[in-house]
């Protein structure tokens, strides 16, 4: 039987301005799953971190934006046209090399920041137009009890509603990051590859890798 191909996908978040910095392994997809900016407030971060894009090798770039790209909430039409070398998603889907892909920066009100929705049924609104069939999930924030503590005697700061989605929908791949403490990949249920790929610890130093997951390229069946 031949072997079935694998497309590469490489993970990242949480760069605050330091990307630059980071080396990035190659691969089909990249994403990157929020906080990429420093101040949040000035186009030109937006601009370098798009020159930067510009330079990786990856023939598909997939962009959600965190609580700090306060221009992204702010002036989304501002913002959104200086990214010109990436697919940007806001509650949005897109598909690459088949894959079903949904991206949303939404995250439980956390400080006075960009993309704030309060829990239960404020944020249980943007979660339910996550699609059955998606494939790669990509949110800013974590689910609930999955890679969310910012150390390991902290509480859990995931998302629930997000949680209950995901467990229904069980995406084969969920990317996210916001709780930097929690960088990591497990496989928590069994179907779902969850990755927080925050690269910075929680000073804001960089101290991890981009995480790269090789998910089998297999259809879905579409589920109502």
Known sequence: MAKTSAIRIVCISDTHGQH??????????????????????????????????????????????????????????????????????????????????????????????????????????????????????????????????????GSHLGCEELAKVVSKIKPRLHVFGHIHGGYGKEAADGSTTFVNCAVVDERYVLAHAPIVVDLPNSQRPFRT
């Open 20 to 153: 630059r910095k980071l080396k990035v392994s190659a691969g089909d997809v990249l994403i990157h799953a929020g906080d990429f900016m420093l101040s949040g407030r000035r186009l030109e971060e937006i601009v370098d971190f798009d020159d930067w894009l510009e330079t990786l090798p990856h023939r598909h770039k997939i962009v959600v934006a965190g609580n700090h790209d306060l221009l992204f909430e702010a002036y989304p039409e501002l913002a959104q046209a200086r990214l010109k070398n990436a697919r940007y998603l806001e509650n949005a889907g897109a598909e690459v090399l088949g894959l079903r892909i949904w991206g949303s920066p939404i995250q439980p009100t956390f400080h006075n920041w960009a993309f704030n929705v309060d829990r239960g049924a404020a944020i249980r609104r943007y979660w339910k137009k996550i699609p059955a069939n998606t494939d790669v999930l990509i949110t800013h924030g974590p689910p609930f009890e999955t890679l969310d503590k910012a150390n390991i005697l």
